[in-house]
């Protein structure tokens, strides 16, 4: 099976957990007063293929993401 990995970024309230949420139904959040307090995180399989999809909130614009 392939896997591959995709991470979601932006501001507060920019609409992570509601795009990570609209394209997996069992995707997994803890939010606290509405709020997102831990990174969300989804998993879609077709076929043999797998993604592992994450958001993840960035306080600094200059900063570097790998994934």
């Not at 995707?27 to 990174?39: D, I, Q």
């Amino acid at each position: 099976m392939r896997m591959g990995k995709a991470l979601v970024v932006g501001a507060a309230e920019a609409g992570k957990s509601t795009l990570i949420k609209a394209i997996s139904p069992t995707a997994m959040n803890l939010a606290v007063n509405g709020r997102t307090v831990a990174m969300d995180h989804a998993t879609l399989e077709r076929s043999s293929r797998r993604l592992s999809v994450a958001a993840q909130f960035l306080q600094h614009r200059n900063c570097v993401v790998v994934v």
